[in-house]
C-alpha cells in the first residue's frame, strides 16, 4: 500500500513518480546549489515553485500547494530514552589548538592550509572596555560530523554537530565571567546531500559583540577557527544610564535584564536552513546569583541538571526508501517533518518522579509551530495546567499557569510541572497545533490525543525531596524595564513576498554589505513589524532581532486563524499580561497584522541582523543587516 504526504492512497505507478522527483530534488541539493542560485537557472517558476519539469516538480511529490513534504518510514514511539546533552567542559588556553587566542584577528596564514588562521575581521571590543583577555574560562568546540542513531527503526545517520553530536553539548555561564570559545571548522567537504562547510555560530538571545555574535556574513572556512568572547554581562553595563554605578563593568548592568535559557545553532548566510537542519545546535545556559541552578538557593528553581531538563524539539524528513535524514530546499513556504525529535531522537521516553522539574523548551525549527500539552490518553478530558516562567530567554515577572505553550522557531519557554499530581502515571507531551504547510499553524487546535505525541513521560521514580519554590505562591523573579520612554525614532518593516516567489523586507533582499540603517548607541527605538504579503498573506513569520531584545508595546500576537488566545498573548487588546508581560528576542507577526515593539540599544557597537526564523524564508532571504553606532540615522522605512 502507498500513501502521499496526506496519508491519501495512492496507485504504485504515482508514488514511484513521486519518490522519483524526490530523488532528483535531492541530487541538486546534494549539489550545494542555493534557492537563489536556481532562480538565475530557471529550475524555479515566477511563482516560486520548482519548474514543472519531468520528474522534479513540487507537485509530483507533494500538493499542489508546494507543501509537499516526505513520507518518512514508520518508527515505532518511545522505544529510546530522552538524551541529556553533555555538559561543555572548559580547558585552559594553553590546551586549544592552534595559536593562542587574540584581541586582533589572527589573520596571519596557516601554512596547512593557506588561508588565515581564523575566520574574524575585527577586533574584540570587551577588552578595551575593561573585560579581562584572555577571559578566565576557555572552551574549544569543534563543527565536525559524526553518527547517530534518531530512531532504533533507522540507519545509522550521519549529521554535523558540535564535537560531532547533535543537540551539541550544553554551555553553563555565569553572569559576571566572561568566557571565550574556540570554534574550530572540521567540517568535511563532501556534504552527504545537503549543508555547506562553511558556518557561523550564532549565540541566540546573547548580548554579544557584534563580532562574536555569529553575524551571518561572518561565515569561516574549513581548516580556519573563530575566537568567540562571550562577556556574559548584563545588558546596560556600559549605557548612559548605568544602572549599577561604580561596579566593576563586569558586573555593572540591569539585574532586570538577566536571562537564563540561550541557544547557539549556525548561521550561514543563505545555507542556515540546511546546517541548522544537519545538527549545529545546542543549549547555553546563564546563572547567576538568582537563577543559580540549586533549588536551595536564589530563587529556589529546580535545581540542575537533576531537575532541570532541556528540550529541543525538531521536525525532520527521512528518505522513505533509505531512512536516511532528508533536505528539501524546494519548498517556498517552510519544511514540515513527518518526524519529530527531542534532543535528537523521535518521540523518545523521560522517567521522572513524583515532584517540581524545570523544563527549558525550544522550538529548533526548521518552520513549524507548536502548541505543547500535557496530555494523559486514558483521561483526555483532563486541562493539565503547569507553569510557564519564562519566555524566550527571560524568566516572567512571576509565574503565569498555562494550559499549554505556544512556540515559533526559536521561541523558548521554561515551564515548572509538578509531576506529584501524576505519580504512577504515563503522559505525555502532546503538540496539538494543526499546521499542514510551512507557512503558518492553520489555528484549529486538534483535540487531547490527536495531535503529535512528542515524549512520553513515565513518572514511575522514587519520591524524593522538592525544595524548588512551589509556583502557586506567587514567586517573584525580576522587574520589567520601563516603556514609557519617547522613541528617537520609529521605524516600520513589512515581511512580505516578491511576486517570483522569494521573501523580502521593505521589499529588499538579504546583502551582507547594505547597512539598511543606523540605530544611535544609547537611545530607544519602536519598530514596527507588519506582515501585508499580498501575494501569500496567509504566512506568519517568526521574526527574530539579534543583540538587543524587545517589548511588544501593541499588537501582541494571538494564533493565526483564531484559535484560542486566552493564555499566551493576554488577548487580542491587551499585550502586556500573562505570559506575554516579558522581553522576548522573538516576535510572532501573523498574517495581515503588525506589533510594535520597544527596544533600548546600548552597549557594543556594530553590525546585527533581523530576520524571520522560519529559516527558510530566512535563507531567501527575509533578512536585513543594521548597524549599531555612535551617530544614528531616523530613516523611518529602511
Ligand atoms: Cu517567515
Given at each position: 500500500m502507498y500513501y502521499d504526504v496526506h496519508g491519501n492512497k495512492i496507485s504504485k505507478s504515482q508514488w514511484?513518480?513521486?519518490?522519483?522527483?524526490?530523488?532528483?530534488?535531492?541530487?541538486?541539493?546534494?549539489?550545494?546549489?542555493?534557492?537563489r542560485d536556481l532562480f538565475k537557472m530557471g529550475l524555479l517558476t515566477s511563482a516560486g515553485y520548482l519548474a514543472a519539469k519531468e520528474g522534479l516538480s513540487a507537485w509530483a511529490y507533494g500538493d499542489r500547494g508546494g507543501s509537499g513534504q516526505c513520507a518518512s518510514p514508520t518508527t515505532t514511539p518511545f522505544t529510546m530514552q530522552l538524551p541529556i546533552m553533555p555538559q561543555k567542559q572548559p580547558i585552559s588556553v594553553g590546551n586549544l589548538t592552534g595559536p593562542a587566542p587574540q584581541i586582533n584577528p589572527n589573520t596571519a596564514i596557516n601554512p596547512a592550509t593557506g588561508i588565515a588562521f581564523e575566520g574574524r575581521t575585527r577586533p574584540h571590543q570587551a577588552p578595551a572596555l575593561g573585560f579581562p583577555f584572555p577571559p578566565p574560562v576557555v572552551y574549544q568546540v569543534s563543527q565536525q560530523a559524526g553518527t547517530v542513531f534518531m530512531s532504533s527503526?533507522?540507519?545509522?545517520?550521519?549529521?554535523?554537530?558540535?564535537?560531532?553530536?547533535?543537540?551539541?553539548?550544553?554551555?553553563?555561564?555565569?553572569?559576571?565571567?566572561?568566557?571565550?570559545?574556540?570554534?574550530?571548522?572540521?567540517?568535511?567537504?563532501?556534504?552527504?546531500?545537503?549543508?555547506?562547510?562553511?558556518?557561523t555560530t550564532h549565540l541566540h538571545n546573547g548580548h554579544t559583540p557584534s563580532e562574536s555574535d555569529g553575524f551571518p556574513c561572518d561565515f569561516f572556512a574549513q581548516g580556519q577557527y573563530y575566537d568567540h568572547y562571550y562577556p556574559n554581562v548584563l545588558a546596560g553595563f556600559n549605557?548612559?544610564?548605568?544602572?549599577?554605578?561604580?561596579?566593576?563593568?563586569?558586573?555593572?548592568?540591569?539585574?532586570?535584564?538577566?536571562?537564563?535559557?540561550?541557544?547557539?545553532?549556525?548561521?550561514?548566510?543563505?545555507?542556515?536552513?540546511?546546517?541548522?537542519?544537519?545538527?549545529l545546535e545546542g543549549f547555553y545556559f546563564l546563572f547567576n546569583q538568582f537563577d543559580t541552578g540549586n533549588e536551595g538557593t536564589g530563587f529556589h528553581l529546580p535545581t540542575y541538571p537533576d531537575f532541570d531538563i532541556p528540550m529541543m524539539f525538531a521536525d525532520r524528513c527521512f528518505d522513505p526508501t533509505t531512512g536516511l535524514l532528508a533536505f528539501d530546499l524546494f519548498n517556498l513556504d517552510g519544511i514540515l517533518g513527518d518526524k519529530f525529535l527531542v534532543n535528537g531522537v523521535i518521540q523518545p521516553v523521560l522517567h521522572v518522579h513524583p515532584r517540581r522539574y524545570r523544563f527549558r523548551w525550544l522550538n529548533s525549527g526548521p518552520s513549524r509551530f507548536y502548541q505543547f500539552y500535557i496530555t494523559d490518553l486514558n483521561n483526555t478530558g483532563a486541562n493539565n495546567q503547569f507553569w510557564q516562567i519564562s519566555n524566550d530567554g527571560n524568566l516572567l515577572p512571576t509565574p503565569v499557569q498555562v494550559p499549554a505553550v505556544q512556540l515559533g522557531v526559536a521561541e523558548r519557554a521554561d515551564v515548572i510541572i509538578d509531576f506529584s499530581q501524576f505519580a504512577g502515571k504515563t503522559i505525555y507531551l502532546e503538540n496539538r497545533l494543526e499546521q499542514t504547510n510551512g507557512r503558518g499553524p492553520t489555528g484549529n487546535v486538534l483535540n487531547a490525543g490527536q495531535g503529535n505525541l512528542l515524549l512520553q513521560i513515565v513518572v514511575d521514580l522514587p519520591v524524593v525531596n522538592d525544595f524548588s519554590v512551589n509556583p502557586a505562591t506567587g514567586p517573584t523573579f525580576y522587574a520589567l524595564p520601563s516603556t514609557n520612554v519617547a522613541p528617537r525614532v520609529t521605524r516600520n518593516f513589512n515581511f512580505n513576498v516578491t511576486r517570483d516567489g522569494q521573501w523580502v523586507i521593505n521589499d529588499q533582499f538579504m546583502d551582507c554589505n547594505t547597512v539598511r540603517f543606523m540605530v544611535q548607541q544609547n537611545s530607544v527605538e519602536n519598530w514596527v513589524l507588519q506582515n501585508n504579503g499580498f501575494n501569500f498573506p496567509q504566512w506568519t513569520h517568526p521574526i527574530h532581532i539579534h543583540f538587543e531584545e524587545h517589548q511588544i508595546l501593541s499588537g501582541a500576537p494571538g494564533l493565526a486563524g483564531g484559535g484560542d488566545r486566552r493564555y499566551f498573548y493576554g488577548g487580542n487588546s491587551s499585550p502586556s499580561t500573562g505570559v506575554n508581560a516579558t522581553r522576548k528576542d522573538v516576535v510572532r507577526v501573523l498574517p495581515r497584522q503588525s506589533v510594535t515593539l520597544f527596544f533600548r540599544f546600548r552597549d557594543w557597537l556594530g553590525r546585527y541582523p533581523m530576520h524571520c526564523h522560519n529559516v527558510v524564508h530566512e535563507d531567501h532571504a527575509m533578512m536585513l543587516r543594521w548597524d549599531l553606532a555612535t551617530t544614528g540615522d531616523t530613516n523611518q522605512n529602511p
Open positions: 514511484k513518480k513521486m519518490y522519483a522527483a524526490f530523488k532528483n530534488r535531492q541530487e541538486i541539493i546534494r549539489a550545494g546549489l542555493s534557492r527503526q533507522l540507519p545509522q545517520q550521519t549529521i554535523w554537530g558540535f564535537d560531532g553530536i547533535s543537540p551539541g553539548p550544553t554551555y553553563v555561564a555565569n553572569y559576571g565571567t566572561p568566557i571565550l570559545v574556540r570554534n574550530i571548522n572540521n567540517l568535511p567537504s563532501s556534504n552527504g546531500g545537503f549543508g555547506n562547510p562553511s558556518v549605557s548612559d544610564h548605568k544602572p549599577a554605578p561604580g561596579q566593576p563593568i563586569t558586573t555593572a548592568g540591569d539585574i532586570n535584564e538577566a536571562m537564563s535559557t540561550l541557544w547557539y545553532h549556525d548561521h550561514r548566510v543563505d545555507f542556515t536552513s540546511q546546517n541548522v537542519y544537519k545538527g
